[in-house]
Nanobody, 118 residues
Framework: QVQLVESGGGLVQAGGSLRLSCAAS????????MGWYRQAPGKQRELVAA???????NYADSVKGRFTVSRDNAKRTVYLQMNSLTPEDTAVYYC????????????WGQGTQVTVSS
């Protein structure tokens, strides 16, 4: 059974940094795109950053220059380094991955809370 397990959320002051990790496990043949989404209270889930298997990245305009997405294919892990955090970054952050196992499926992590205090 394929799972995505996230870690690294928490409470941080404005201007601080956090690093999120998301590891995929299970009988996986290939992982295509991986990424991070977030959902703040009362708002829709939005893409934060994504990375292809080859390392190409794209970011939401609101996080460009502050967040960096990376991945370690050998560890089947995607990371999100978040710097210069602001209260507007407060949300539940979800890992997402396009995984080929027995079938090709879009998987989601359980979510990790990031809270930025002013």
């Amino acid at each position: 059974q394929v799972q995505l397990v996230e870690s690294g959320g928490g409470l941080v002051q404005a201007g601080g940094s956090l690093r999120l990790s998301c590891a995929a496990s299970g009988s996986i043949f290939r992982i295509n795109n991986m990424g991070w989404y977030r959902q703040a209270p009362g708002k829709q889930r939005e893409l934060v950053a994504a990375i292809t298997s080859g390392g190409s990245t794209n970011y939401a305009d609101s996080v460009k220059g502050r967040f960096t997405v990376s991945r370690d294919n050998a560890k089947r892990t995607v990371y999100l380094q978040m710097n210069s955090l602001t209260p507007e970054d407060t949300a539940v952050y979800y890992c997402n991955a396009d995984i080929v196992a027995r079938t090709r499926t879009d998987y989601w992590g359980q979510g990790t809370q990031v809270t930025v205090s002013s």
